[in-house]
């Protein structure tokens, strides 16, 4: 069944139920999967997966749940449930109706590719794989995703519009001993800017450099964030950039709008519309076109992630970022620098270069207070060079100081994506003129 006739014949069912809102989000995954570890292909997927989304305004409550069988019957009980449970839910003072249309939409360029629906994309892995073994790597693993996603929305304000896209994806895990670790990512909307060999490449790299490390001290020092790094921690910070997030005061960036809360050399953006961005869309849930916004710029904190609802708390437009239930970003993207690599490097005079981290959490969501284990190669800088590779170290501050520590970054963008970094970010290396290390528990 097409998605045009699951979204008609869920909307019908739903119409008999007189609600006050309606929208149903259809969406459909074409997907391959190809996983390797000691250097050879283990596993080689691929599927077919619909779903659907909906969205219920009813007598002022706001009632979501995902239908995944579309039986006249399934859809029905579905449904039924959910109108009935709104008993149960105190009908909300602020509630917003769906935003009218019909809206203009624009196509974005660069998001479809049907050549990687039709490669061979088993010869892509051993690529990466040949990249890393010849960097310095032992063993080589990792995981390669790829396909196609379709989506529809449809509401009762008028909106009826379908997208469409293509991405491909590979983390390749490097190994040169038993404590010598690397990775590389590569990710694309495109078979052309998919690049393996590089992602291997970097992990092999990476993985050779950390033999022979030595404990690292706990201590303040001046750091160097690699993109992969920088992608993970800037995910948490866009989540506090959430109007939902202010609104419930759980946001280190409550009241402080048109304030400075970063370095002047940071400008960051969340953009729906980037050619080729990973998270491009044309619309957002609620069917509002998406768009560029800019959320701190020169250090001061412009605005925040709309949806109607929150953005009629504030007194201004959506930005397009809708979430039925909060808004959220498309594509992050980290700007400012006027660095090359380099250039950057040779600005340290005593540091630490951080390539990878992963179990990042709170200590203290409201005053953004974290700590973040780090993996793979971490590096000692003297004079601008690397000296030895150090391991034991845990990133124990403070986002607010994060950002308001920021002393220079890159030109180059390069896009993450991966299990650590769920929105896509375009991320430099960032330079922090002090971070706070600690040593990690075991």
């Known amino acids: 069944m097409d998605l045009y006739s699951i979204g008609d014949k869920i909307f019908k069912i739903i119409e008999k139920f007189n609600p006050d809102d309606i929208a149903i989000k259809i969406g459909r995954s074409f997907s391959q999967m190809i996983r390797f570890t000691n ?5 080689s997927k691929e599927w077919i997966q619909t779903g659907a989304s909906i969205y219920i305004g009813y007598k002022k409550r706001m009632l979501t749940a995902g239908i995944n069988e579309f039986s006249n019957k399934n859809i029905e009980n579905v449904v039924e449930n959910l109108i009935k449970s ?14 009218q249309g019909p809206f203009k939409y624009n196509p ?17 892995v051993y690529e990466a794989i040949e990249s890393a073994l010849n960097s310095g790597a032992k063993r080589v693993a990792g995981v390669l995703n790829a396909g196609m996603g379709e989506k529809l929305l449809i509401t009762s304000s008028g909106v009826k519009v379908f997208d469409k896209g293509t991405s491909i994806s590979i983390t390749v895990r490097a190994f040169s001993n038993s404590v010598a670790s690397g990775q590389g990512i590569s990710c694309s909307r495109t078979l052309d800017n998919f690049n393996p060999s590089l992602a291997g490449e970097r992990a092999g790299r990476i993985a050779k450099m950390a033999e022979k490390s030595v404990e690292g001290k706990a201590g303040k020092y001046m750091v160097i964030l690699d993109p992969t790094v ?44 980037m050619p080729g961005g990973l998270g491009s869309t044309m619309f957002d849930d609620e069917g509002i076109p998406t768009q ?58 005593e540091g630490i270069y951080i390539t990878n981290n992963w179990y990042t959490r709170y200590q203290n969501i409201r005053e953004g207070i974290f ?15 690397i000296v030895n590779a150090i391991r034991g170290l ?23 994506v991966w299990w650590e970094v769920e929105t896509p970010t375009y991320a430099p290396y960032i330079l922090l003129r002090e971070l706070n290390l600690t040593k990690a528990t075991k």
């Open 39 to 43: 250097n050879e292909i283990i596993v």
């Open 86 to 99: 709104a008993k149960y839910i105190e009908p909300l003072e602020d509630y917003v109706s769906l935003p």
């Open 108 to 124: 974005i360029e660069k998001c479809f590719d049907k050549k990687i629906l039709e490669e061979d994309l088993s010869e892509k």
């Open 230 to 273: 920088v992608g993970n921690l800037f995910n948490y910070i866009m989540y506090n950039l959430s109007a939902f997030s202010v609104i419930g005061k759980v946001s280190f960036f409550t009241g402080k709008l048109g304030m400075n809360v970063a370095s002047e050399a940071l400008n960051l953006i969340d953009d729906g519309r």
């Open 292 to 349: 560029r916004n800019i959320l701190i710029e020169r250090g001061v904190l412009r605005g925040f992630l709309h949806n109607t609802r929150t953005a009629k708390k504030f007194g201004v437009k959506s930005t397009g970022n809708a979430g039925w239930i909060y808004p959220h970003a498309w594509n992050i993207v980290v700007e400012g620098g006027e660095y090359n690599k380099d250039e950057l490097f040779d600005e340290v005079r």
């Open 371 to 385: 700590s973040s284990i780090t993996r793979d190669g971490v590096f000692y800088i003297r004079n601008g060079e």
């Open 394 to 416: 845990r990133i124990s501050d403070s986002f607010p100081n994060l950002l308001k520590n920021i002393q220079a970054m890159t030109r180059d963008k390069w896009p993450i």
